[in-house]
C-alpha cells in the first residue's frame, strides 16, 4: 500500500476523522507492515502483506443474530477456499474478452483518474484497470482472494494498486475521493436487498461528483430462467440473486443516477451510473 494512500482510508464503522498511524514498515513508497487506529472509536486495523485489513466489527465479531453477516462471513470463508479453483474457470476468462472491453468503454478511465475496483477477487481485471490509471484502489473482503492477486501484480511489475480488504457495504475509505468506480459480478452476490441498497449507496459516497460508476450484476430474464434461478447458491455456499432489468435500475436509482444500462451481454447487465453535482 503506497503511504499517501493511508490518508484515504477511514474507520469502516462510519468514524469520519483521520485514522491515526501508529506503526509502519516501509519498502520504498509502499507500507509493508502497519498498524492504524481510529481515533474516534479506538478500533485498530492492520497491513498485513501490503494489504490493509480493515472488515467491520459485523464480520470480525460474529453476532449470531445477524443472519446477513453470517452469510458473508460463510462466503468469505468459500471464496477463500476456491481462490485456485476460481483461476482455472475457463468460461470466466472468455467471457471476460466480452465483459472487459464493454466496462472500460462505460467507464471510461484517464491516466490522471483514481480507480476503486470494488471487488477485485483475485484481481482478473485488476490489471487492465491499473494499465490505464495512475492509482487503483481493489478492495474484497476474501483475504485469499486479495492474497492470489498480489502475486499476480507482483509478477506482472503493476505498482499503482493498493490491496484493503473490506466490505462493500462499508468501504473504508473517504468520502468523494474516486473520478471513477467500478463493481463487476458483485451486487449479485450481496445476500439481503437492505444489504444490496448499501453497498450501491456506498459507491455513490466514495464517487466524486460527477463521477462515472459502472456496476453489473446477473441478469434474470427470459433466457437467463431457462437454465439458472433467480435466487440460489452456487457450490461452496456462494449467495446469488438475478435482478430483472426493473428490479437493478430501482436499485442503483436511489443513491446515482442511471446513464445507460445494457442486458446485451446476456449473463449479465451492465449500468453506467454517475454520481449527482
Known sequence: MHRETLCWLRCPEGCTDPL????????????EQGRLQCRVCGRAYTIEEGIARMLPS??????????DAAR??????????QVTAYDRLRALRWFGLVEVPATLALLRPRRADPVLEAGCGTGRMTRTFATRSCRVVSVDYSLESLRACRRKLIAQGITNVDLIQADVCALPLQSALFPKVVSCQVLEHVPTPEARARMVAE?????????DVVISAYQHSVFTQLWDRKE???????????FSRPELEQLLSHSLKVRRMTGALVYHYLAHCQKGA
Not at 491515526?20 to 509502499?30: H, L, M, N, Y
Not at 440460489?232 to 438475478?242: Q, S
Open 203 to 211: 459507491l455513490a459516497r466514495v464517487a466524486r461528483p460527477g463521477g
Open 20 to 31: 491515526a498511524i501508529e506503526t509502519v514498515t516501509t519498502q520504498g513508497d509502499r507500507v
Open 58 to 67: 459485523t464480520l470480525t465479531e460474529p453476532d449470531r443474530n445477524d443472519q
Open 232 to 242: 440460489g447458491e452456487h457450490a461452496g455456499g456462494i449467495y446469488y440473486y438475478r
Open 72 to 81: 458473508k462471513r460463510r462466503e468469505m470463508a468459500a471464496r477463500d477456499a
